[in-house]
């Protein structure tokens, strides 16, 4: 059975950090775009970040350009999501999703063939 699951969800004080965690189960990550959504109580889904299968193209929404950083280890079958300076807007559930696309070196927040089912993160004082 092929899934993503996404593990480093949790509770943190605004200012603080959080690791997210994106590991595939029934595949390897090689070849697929992977790309890191959330969505809070509310509100749409909005995508964060993507990274091409090559790495070589990563893409960050403005809300979380120059905190958020993504990154994956093909050996290891993982894609991270590094989470810096939490705001409380930025609780919601995390989720991460994988696509193959034409092109090694294409992200894109749309398309995507796997999902997980997410993480929870509540950023509160």
């Known amino acids: 059975q092929l899934q993503l699951v996404e593990s480093g969800g949790g509770s943190v004080q605004p200012g603080g950090s959080l690791r997210l965690s994106c590991a595939a189960s029934?595949?390897?990550?090689?070849?697929?775009?992977i790309g890191w959504f959330r969505q809070a109580p509310g509100k749409e889904r909005e995508g964060l970040s993507c990274?091409?299968?090559?790495?070589?193209?990563?893409n960050y929404a403005d809300s979380v350009k120059g905190r958020f950083t993504i990154s994956r280890d093909n050996a290891k079958n993982m894609v991270y999501l590094q989470m810096n300076s939490l705001k409380s807007e930025d609780t919601a559930i995390y989720y991460c999703?994988?696509?193959?696309?034409?092109?090694?070196?294409?992200?894109?927040?749309?398309?995507?063939?796997?999902w997980g089912e997410g993480t929870a993160v509540i950023v509160s004082s």
């Open positions: 029934g595949f390897t990550l090689d070849g697929y775009a």
């Open positions: 999703a994988a696509a193959v696309f034409g092109e090694d070196y294409y992200c894109s927040y749309y398309g995507m063939d796997y």
């Open positions: 990274i091409s299968s090559s790495g070589s193209n990563i």
